[in-house]
């Protein structure tokens, strides 16, 4: 075992995932030493591009932007480092219809609506602009780090206050409605103010998209609040797949991040925390080294890091309750299609193709594919959000033919008949409802890859096969992310940070755990 | 529904009618118990008085006393990281504490926060019994995760006998216990009795000589009818909690929910205490390594955020001032005695007390405390002088002399 004697970093980020990419390069531009170390060959995480049949790559689980924060966007000057989206037009969405009526859903989340009645235009437009500000009141909240109840700073205080401000604003109705509406259920939301079951099912597929919850389950309107908090560029709700894949967005981090000096060590794993008297003081590597630095920020799962690599005796008793109890367990699973040639979706034009395609066909359909789950069964008829990325970069597919990528729900990690035999009854039962929507496209299929949640979790390191790394709902929110005690980004370990999904405010491509944690750190002179 | 005869019900099963546990000693308490007069000790039947008060506690400091124990919480702790779990669990540093021997021990929550304190035997390198107040199997495997040891509740299948007093050696040494009298002060050892052994320690409660005894449950009536046919001419008598409560006061030993709340009990935030703020802060070991509640109690530290302090009192005349309010200058109340008696051993009015500091710390002068006396149906309000004295109030030659006395 080597160890060099005097620290030669300041900080070691554990994990090249997009947050700790950003982290890495936050606190590389404020001038710490960084070393980023990552189990994989490549850097990304889930939001890699990789190939996954000799030809065809595609976006490995995650595969729109939607959320990714513009803090990150500007400080790290992604734009300058290779990251662009296609602004002149925001990508549209589609819910689908087995009868080739399909609901055009254009613009950013639902600007325009075309194929429902005037009636329910006008009401969707309502409840569009309601939804909005209701999300734009929250934002504040879902961007910074966690209110500090053991004693908030000045800067928080007011920052809590100008929420409660921007509460007061709203008027008294508009108020009440907030408040009465927060933890309700989308179902009965949508139950209030839609008509049209094609809208109805969009919308209640996207409120419970990546979480362990049908559209009745309380609390659920919140999983769209949090969608809404999203933005491209400046405009809410809009979305966008961007050429190169998801790969595209961890190219333009890890740039922006060795301009900074950041220095990465790919295909190395981290053992251990090194824990000296309640202080992390470094990390040793699967290769036997040690390396010790001030601070060690993880972005990956806290329950892994805490538990697994700082190790329980570290710890007090009531954390590793609260790290083990974390809820973590994925529900949605993500298949790629190669196929031989363009499939044709039920009443779209050529062109409308490249939206995000949505089967969801009622509120009801999500909730009937979401009770098997809670046994333990997949849907047989399962719901999900479609792409075809190789519309968008012909380069992820050879000439001629197509890359189809899709997140399934609902697939729970604890299946009860296993995995083993399960995944090929869940990809005939996929297949079957692609077959009903876009006729043909099983003959196409030269290669389908399905990850389920169990393979999501073998393959990318996230327990439970969990892209939030802990269930996203209102006990595991805010100040309860992961879990109280860990909610600020640092721990009970001093000198140890969590920066990855599984912290305030969760998963998607945002890259806001990391920009809070490098702030946190920087607070905290780390 | 009627039930089938084969089946057996809950209804059907007995435990429940038992309003109260029997120790395994019952038998023999029961035929001593003249006065009636029984508490429920954490769910057992056990006895507050068995003949009379003082003459029990006489019995302590005169003689010997039998005070039996076995409803204490017990557990076995066993394996290779049996020294790491109670090294995580307790304050002290267990690396420390050699096999055949016992320390005196308390353990915290993640705030620094008391959950219990009791006692650690150290039976091997790799087997240890904890024995304290409340239940706390779900904390202990909880604190468990990762490390190759089990912990089972015995608190039923041993039974505790406490021995203390001045011929507390004498009667183990006709009983036949041969080396007993090699056992220092928080020494333990196995000894031989009937099929299999009793662990004896050189341990108690009372600030006196004296000795713990454990044993199987079934053990227990042969081990009571031994020791007390070898103590009839050692004076050796049954007590009662009131009797040993008078001597652990005098002790200085402070007992959980009654001279603090232990936290996991505590409803309201502020009666709460860490080691610190009930006079065990000498055993907190910052430097063994990570334990629950280190980080708290370090931070508290640092940051002079503790807010409490136990401390002895010697009140002026002889009324005890059991659960009498602490005042500053006769005006400001700043604490609550939490124990007090006359100590006959002492011949001075003595009290374990709860003060907000910074009263009992950096102010310690101008004490005093209101004790109601009733007389006759009327109160007569005294308002009596208090000194901040070291604790033990007593300290006797015999309980750490080598070897014990005969006598």
Known sequence: MTSSDAPKWDVVVIGGGHNGLVAAAMLGKARRKVLLVEAADALGGAARTEEFHPGFRASSVAHLVNRLHPDVVKSLNLAAHGLKFETDEVLPSVALSKDGNPLLFGGAYGETLTGASDAEAAAWKTLRAQLFRYAGILKPFLARRPPDLRGMAFGEKSALGLAALSVRRLGKEDMRDFLRMLLMNVADVLDEHLEDERLRGLLAFDTVLGCHLGPRSPTSLLGLYYRLVGEIDGVAGAQAITKGGMGAVVAALATAAEKVGVTTRKATTVKRILVESGRAVGVELDTGETVHAKTIVSAINPRTTLIDLVGARELDTGIVRKAQHIRMHGDAAKLHLALDGMPAFKGLTADQHRARLVIAPSVDHVEKSFNPSKYGEFSPEPVMEITIPSLVDRYLAPSGAAVLSAVVQFAPYRLKEGWETGKPKLLAAIMATLEDHAPGIGGLVRHAELLTPADIEARYHMPGGHWHHGELQIDQMLVSRPFFGAEGYDTPVEGLFLAGAGSHPGGGISGAPGLNAARRVIEMRG | ?407
């Open chain 2, 1 to 407: 529904m009627s039930p089938t005869a084969e089946k057996v019900t809950r209804g059907d099963q007995a435990h429940f009618r038992l309003y109260r546990l029997p120790s395994p000693f019952q038998p023999r308490l029961e035929a001593l118990g003249r006065t009636e007069d029984w508490y429920n000790w954490a769910g057992y039947k056990a006895p507050n008085t068995l003949w009379d008060e003082e003459l029990e506690y006489f019995a302590i400091r005169s003689q010997a006393a039998a005070f039996d124990i076995s409803p204490m919480t017990k557990y076995r702790i066993e394996g290779r990281d049996a020294e790491a779990l109670m090294n995580k669990v307790t304050l002290r540093d267990v690396s420390k504490l050699k096999p055949g021997r016992v320390q005196y021990t308390a353990w915290c929550d993640d705030e620094g926060h008391v959950l219990d304190d009791g006692t650690l035997f150290r039976l091997s390198a790799d087997r240890f019994r904890l024995c304290s107040q409340e239940r706390h199997l779900p904390w202990l495997l909880d604190s468990a995760a990762g490390m190759d040891v089990t912990v089972e509740e015995e608190t039923e299948a041993v039974a505790g006998l406490a021995l203390q007093g001045p011929t507390s050696y004498a009667v183990l040494a006709s009983a036949g216990f041969a080396g007993v009298e090699r056992l220092k002060i928080f020494d333990l050892a196995e000894f031989p009795f009937g099929d299999g052994t009793v662990t004896i320690s050189r341990t108690g409660f009372t600030g006196d000589l004296g000795y713990e005894l454990f044993a199987p449950a079934g053990q227990a009536l042969a081990l009571w009818d031994l020791l007390f046919q070898a103590g009839r001419l050692h004076g050796l008598r049954a007590i009662g909690y009131r009797a040993l409560n008078r001597a652990r006061t005098e002790a200085g030993l402070i007992v959980a929910n009654a001279d603090f709340i232990t936290s996991e009990h505590a409803v309201r935030a502020d009666r709460l205490r860490q080691p610190d703020e009930i006079g065990l802060g000498f055993m907190v070991d910052l430097d063994k390594g990570h334990f629950n509640g280190r980080r708290a109690i370090a931070e508290a530290r640092r940051k002079g955020s503790l807010k409490h302090v136990l401390v002895g009192l010697e009140i002026e005349g002889n009324i005890p001032a059991e659960h009498a309010i602490v005042y500053h200058n006769r005006k400001k109340e700043v604490g609550l005695v939490s124990a007090a008696i006359w100590s006959p051993m002492a011949k001075r009015n003595i009290a374990i007390a709860d003060l907000a500091r910074p009263y009992g710390e950096k102010i310690v002068d101008d004490l005093w405390v209101e004790i109601y006396a009733l007389r006759e149906l009327q109160y007569q309000k005294l308002m009596k002088r208090a000194k901040i004295v070291p604790r033990p109030f007593i300290k006797l030659d015999r309980r750490t002399a080598n070897p014990p006395g005969e006598f």
